[in-house]
T-cell receptor
Framework: AQKVTQAQTEISVVEKEDVTLDCVYE???????LFWYKQPPSGELVFLIR??????QNEISGRYSWNFQKSTSSFNFTITASQVVDSAVYFC?????????????FGEGTQLTVNP | SQTIHQWPATLVQPVGSPLSLECTVE??????LYWYRQAAGRGLQLLFY??????ISSEVPQNLSASRPQDRQFILSSKKLLLSDSGFYLC???????????FGPGTRLTVL
């Protein structure tokens, strides 16, 4: 069975602070994919990144960066110099290659609030 | 480009009434389709997914059902709604194996 744990239920920071959202996963698949989604107050999920299990290279996209550590089964997400517009619920998700239908297993999400 | 539509955007229904939510995808063919429910603003629960017309897999036993009458149409239904069916329903699609899922705007359902 697959499982994704986002231990941080809520995080509150002041604008311009850096913030890291944690994600720990469990899977028996040897090939799998990890995702991060953002859900702003409007409700629609916005795709941020997909990472496959063979690519442990960290990725940076503007103020966003992701740290994938297979040894600790973690896929953490860092926002540098946070802004009020970053306030949202962030979800980490997992899909196994052998999982039929390519369905995603989501974590419970982390509510990030960035205060001015 | 591909787009995904859901309607209605919001719905208020009495307990025991029927339900029909529709999801359609444009600009692609043979997508995998998914229905998720999000209760209390957190945690997405996969309800159903479909890899082709008429092929439905159920993840959670409940009083909901899904159908896929056309390649790019996915319908979520219920004969009799329960209070516990209230939530935010999201439809998603993916072009293939382990592809990123694209989500629709969602339907906010309140059962009174």
């Amino acid at each position: 069975a697959q499982k994704v744990t986002q231990a941080q239920t809520e995080i509150s920071v002041v604008e311009k602070e850096d913030v890291t959202l944690d994600c720990v996963y469990e899977t028996r698949d040897t090939t799998y994919y990890l995702f991060w989604y953002k859900q702003p107050p409007s409700g629609e999920l916005v795709f941020l990144i997909r990472r496959n299990s063979f690519d442990e290279q960290n990725e940076i996209s503007g103020r966003y960066s992701w740290n994938f550590q297979k040894s600790t089964s973690s896929f953490n997400f860092t926002i540098t110099a946070s802004q009020v517009v970053d306030s949202a619920v962030y979800f980490c998700a997992l899909s196994g290659r052998e999982t039929s239908g390519s369905r995603l297993t989501f974590g419970e999400g982390t509510q990030l609030t960035v205060n001015p | 480009s591909q787009t995904i539509h859901q309607w209605p955007a919001t719905l208020v229904q009495p307990v025991g009434s029927p339900l029909s939510l529709e999801c359609t995808v444009e600009g692609t063919s043979n997508p995998n389709l998914y229905w998720y429910r999000q209760a209390a603003g957190r945690g997405l629960q996969l309800l159903f997914y479909s890899v082709g017309i008429g092929q439905i897999s159920s993840e959670v036993p409940q009083n909901l059902s899904a159908s896929r009458p056309q390649d790019r149409q996915f319908i979520l239904s219920s004969k009799k709604l329960l209070l516990s069916d209230s939530g935010f329903y999201l439809c998603a699609w993916t072009p293939g194996l382990a592809g990123k899922q694209f989500f629709g705007p969602g339907t906010r359902l309140t059962v009174l």
